[in-house]
């Protein structure tokens, strides 16, 4: 089946198979690897996408459903003023440790906040319980959740439980590396 | 609300570096983040070659039965396939038997019988990975059932089937008997006790379920014979090892690789039929082949944890002081003892069961025995079984207590090995190298305010308000702790081996000329953060900023060779590996300045990054003198900045902490709910807190989720129920308890840098807190042990006296 899905921001015509899941259009298809497969029934939300804004798990979706429609993926994440709060959240607070849960994760972060620019912790909770993480506990990516809220309110981010007071903010060590560029979607 | 600990400079003190440097000390945000975060991690299923096909496993429905007939003929003839492996197949090449890294074999492909549900039969390689899956339904095969055995009591009952009947000599279901301690002196000691306590409990069958599954690209070249395996692999030099033992492919000829490694937990120690299907597929067919289990071919299939049935009994004096114990176990290890145990050991460390207690005599005996279940029995978050002996004597100290009617807290202080005995001897031969346990069990109470929590307990288990002023329902407050004693690290190479290669551990080091270096390590990140981490190391001994320390991990080609990541073995014995070999290049960095300085090597003081003429400020930096290492030699001097070290660890390393768990237990409906979490966690020196306290929050989410909700089950036959992460259940953000943390500092003596393993403490030692917590609640209920997961009926069946179904 012919169909036309714009990822991240950019129309792709492709023709599909009817039974082809949008994880694996979007793996496959477009190249877009940052999005990940963690199980084949929903439960982890590893392959959480944005599907016109709203988080949805790209194995239990088909890529003809998504025709016509936005998906907004983790490589879309970024935008031209550098990292979206989430993602820098995430490091700034140690919201990852795999890294394979963290693209759904942030995604549906990114959603919370649009919708509840400043959830409380167990709004954060609730919002991430559709997606698994095995390494950290959670406890740092409600962190990093919250604190992209702060920024997206244009709040200090003042984390008094970060627990690394030997140094604070140390994050923008000199030399971190400039940012990988966003791979270019297909055709 | 999440508090964390006192900043950790006031435990271990200020690091000794700059924030540019970032040695040890520093909470430096991890240096691979920013692929992560951006979606440019390179993981297992991102690898596409040219050319790849694809592999799909055809895997039994049963769990014994004989193969009549196995026809490949219509599968072979579908759209996009190129082959159909079966076992016969195989065994031409002499791959339908692969060694374990037990010293067992296991199937590669059944070609006799099948001998536990979802084990491999046939493999599909197509084009396309839904076709692959496809012409897996036109398979046939037919199965002669046979009786399946799917506990290890009834495994090892007179005349029962045998399982491992190809095996030579094998007449019966036992895989492995073991023993360990003195039993005479045991014997003696429980002889003139005051009290004998016991206990007998399951540890259940778990499965780490790493998010990313496990996986395979094998490209074999068939005319140089070059064998390129990507590989989720935590071991990739030992796996390169058994790849060439297995396929008999000359070692130099197959690198393997790992890329990145969505979690591994222990399930990507072991070998997997799979990686070995794959590869003689690409060996014969001259095309890589990739295949990635899914989801529920990794519950059903791969390393499962755990499943052992204990007994134990602890002696006590009159004082009440405990003066034995005794340990059994009997391990259910599925159809292949396929766990990796160092070869001495055959129950892993299970006989560190002493844990935390000055106990004079101990005895341990063991028998593994085959069973109708998968393989596995791996370390989940675990160093060769001690989270089931922590649990064992966890669980006996406040069975222990309760019977006294001791506070549990007190009966752990005083049967604690005193800060004093280190090191101490213990009964089964560990020798600890440090520890403070009455320190981190007094932080913990502490912090949790356990005073306060016995007060309320008092108060609403009578009948009086609730904990938090509300009216009295009938709910029931429980408080339960554990004082764990790990033992991580190794291993020193008189005892440690895995199928015989000693558990060493490698580091080597380049600085270059621009003074930027590279560190390969023999170990390997599953998530841990080695990027960051082992970078800092070499910033704390070399003055070398982290940032400027490449990390390289998981190319066997490109990296020394070493035992790899499990058993919280990297900091311990990696780590040591690189402060050596970063200490070696200072020695040669002190020849290089006294050069450029003209002075005499020993008139040279180090400070982090800079060698300075004593009592001048002549000095000169690292980089200065890496650059003269390449440009300005003296007379003689081997150019290069560069060393490798293998690391023989002289000890284990033992971190320990104390856990308090303060629950709500419903006798209506056997529900309860964790109000408070405390975890005071003391493993040495501290390199990178933030990531230490990362790896602890992580693992107390997996130690809750065993204790409350996290574990495989069969029916009768042998049919797996736990194959989906909607039978298997995972915590979630909203089940996982909001835990606060504590710390101690007790450096190890014998570590460079006083470090012990972090990893998996928290996994090992919280289970016993919650399970504590709840028969806390109970006890005074007639409930003196309830075997995990807690799950509601059985915490209600327990209440009220009825034997429900697991």
Request: charged letters at 20%; a negative charge.
């Amino acid at each position: 089946m012919q169909i036309t899905v714009t990822v991240n921001g950019v129309q792709h015509a492709h023709d599909v198979e009817p039974r082809t899941l949008l994880v694996d259009h979007l793996r496959t298809g477009l190249g877009l690897t940052g999005t990940h497969i963690g199980c084949d029934t929903t439960s982890c939300g590893a392959c959480t996408v944005l599907l016109d804004g709203r988080p949805v798990k790209s194995c239990t979706v088909f890529a003809v459903q998504a025709d016509g429609r936005q998906v907004r993926t983790v490589e879309g994440l970024k935008g031209p003023d550098g990292l979206h709060p989430v993602q820098a959240a995430f490091k700034e607070h140690h919201g990852l440790q795999c890294g394979f849960c963290t693209s759904g994760m942030m995604l549906v972060g990114a959603a919370l906040l649009a919708e509840n620019p400043d959830p409380d912790e167990d709004e954060v909770r609730w919002a991430l319980s559709g997606n698994l993480c095995r390494c950290t506990g959670y406890v740092n990516i409600v962190k990093a959740v919250r604190a992209a809220g702060a920024t997206l309110r244009g709040e200090a981010t003042t984390d008094p439980a970060a627990g690394d007071d030997v140094n604070a903010g140390e994050s923008a060590v000199p030399g971190t590396p400039a940012a990988t560029p966003v791979p270019v979607a297909g055709d | 609300m999440t508090t964390v600990h006192e900043p950790v400079h006031e435990l271990q003190g200020s690091p000794r570096t700059s924030a540019t440097i970032c040695g040890v000390g520093h909470s430096m945000r991890r240096k691979e983040d920013d692929r992560f975060i951006q979606g440019a991690g390179r993981y297992l299923d991102d690898v596409v070659l040219p050319g790849m096909l694809h592999m799909a496993i055809l895997r039994s429905p049963v769990a014994h039965a004989r193969i009549v007939s196995i026809d490949t003929s219509a599968a072979a003839a579908a759209e996009g396939v190129v082959a159909v492996v079966t076992g016969e197949m195989l065994a031409g090449y002499n791959l339908a038997w692969m060694p374990t890294l037990s010293g067992d074999t296991q199937a590669v492909l059944a070609t006799d019988k099948v001998r536990f549900q979802g084990q491999e039969v046939a493999a599909v390689v197509a084009t396309d990975p839904y076709l692959a899956h496809d012409a897996l339904q036109l398979v046939e095969v037919e199965y002669e059932d046979l009786p399946a055995i799917t506990t290890p009591q009834q495994a090892i009952e007179p005349g029962a089937v045998l399982i491992r009947d190809e095996k030579p000599g094998q007449t019966d279901n036992v895989a492995y008997t073991w023993e360990a301690g003195d039993r005479e002196l045991t014997d003696a000691a429980f002889a003139r006790a005051a009290h004998v306590v016991s206990l007998g409990t399951h540890y259940p069958r778990s499965h780490p379920a790493p998010l990313e599954t496990c996986g395979t690209v094998a490209d074999v070249n068939p005319i140089t014979g070059q064998a390129t395996i990507y590989l989720t692999s935590q071991a990739p030099h030992a796996h390169r090892t058994l790849f060439a033992l297995v396929a008999g492919l000359p070692e130099e000829n197959i690198r393997i690789i790992t890329c990145d490694i969505g979690g591994g937990f222990g399930n990507k120690v072991p070998i997997y039929p799979g990686y070995v299907i794959a590869t003689a597929a690409s060996l014969v067919i001259g095309k890589p082949v990739k295949w990635v289990e899914s989801r529920s071919e990794n519950l059903i299939s791969t390393g499962f944890a755990r499943d052992y049935h204990m007994s134990g009994e602890l002696a006590f004096d009159a004082d009440h002081r405990v003066i034995a114990m005794r340990a059994s176990i009997l391990s259910d290890q599925g159809a292949f003892y396929a766990d990796a145990q160092p070869s001495k050991f055959r129950a892993g460390l299970f006989h560190i069961c002493t844990g935390s207690y000055d106990i004079g005599a101990a005895h341990v005996t063991a028998k593994g025995a085959y069973t109708n279940k998968a393989p596995g029995g791996v370390a989940y978050r675990c160093s060769f079984r001690v989270t089931e002996a922590s649990f064992l004597v966890e669980r006996l100290m406040d069975v222990a207590a309760h019977e006294f009617g001791i506070d549990p807290a007190d009966l752990r202080a005083k049967n604690f090995i005193r800060k004093d005995q280190f090191p101490y001897l213990s009964a089964t031969g560990f020798v600890y190298d440090s520890g403070d346990y009455h320190g981190a069990l007094d932080v913990a109470k502490q912090l949790v305010d356990y005073d306060g929590w016995r007060a309320k307990q008092a108060v609403q288990n009578a009948g009086g308000v609730r904990h938090d002023g509300s009216p009295g329902d009938g709910r029931l407050l429980g408080i339960g702790l554990a004082s764990f004693t790990e033992v991580v690290g190794a291993g020193n190479s008189k005892d440690f081996d895995i199928v015989g290669i000693k558990m060493f551990d490698s580091a080597e080091l380049r600085v270059h000329p621009t003074g930027k270096a590279i560190l390969k390590l023999g170990v390997q990140s599953q998530g841990q953060g080695h990027e960051t981490t082992f970078a800092q190391i070499v910033a704390e001994e070399l003055g070398l900023p982290a940032m400027d320390v490449k990390v390289q991990e998981g190319d066997t080609d490109n990296t020394p060779y070493g035992l790899g990541t499990y058993a919280s073995r990297s900091t311990p014995v990696g780590g040591a590996a690189t402060a050596m070999v970063a200490r070696k290049l200072r020695e040669k960095a002190r020849l290089l300045a006294a050069h450029l300085l003209e002075a005499d090597p020993g008139d040279l003081e180090w400070e982090p990054g800079r060698f300075t003429v004593s009592g001048t400020d002549r000095s000169v930096s690292i980089q200065d003198i890496a650059f003269a290492a390449y440009t300005n030699l003296p007379d003689g001097m081997e150019a290069g900045l560069e060393g490798v070290t293998y690391y023989d660890p002289p000890n284990m390393t033992y971190p320990f902490g104390s856990y308090v768990v303060v629950t709500e237990v419903d006798p209506a409906d056997g529900t309860w709910k964790v109000l408070d979490m405390v975890a005071v966690d003391d493993c040495g020196v501290r390199i990178n807190p933030m990531i230490v306290d990362g790896q602890i929050t992580g693992g107390l989410a997996e130690g809750f989720a065993k204790a409350n909700m996290q574990w495989i089950t069969f029916d009768d036959d042998g049919n797996c129920i736990g194959s989906t992460f909607m039978d298997y259940l995972v915590p979630t953000a909203w089940e996982t308890p909001r835990f606060r943390l504590g710390a101690t500092v007790t450096p190890s003596p014998h570590h460079p840098i006083g470090a012990k393993g972090v990893g998996e403490s928290a996994t090992v030692g919280s289970p016993a807190a919650y399970v504590n917590a709840v028969v806390d609640a109970l006890w005074s209920h007639g409930v003196r042990s309830i075997d995990m997961p807690v799950l509601p009926h059985r915490v209600w069946g327990a209440i009220n006296g009825i034997q429900v179904r697991p």
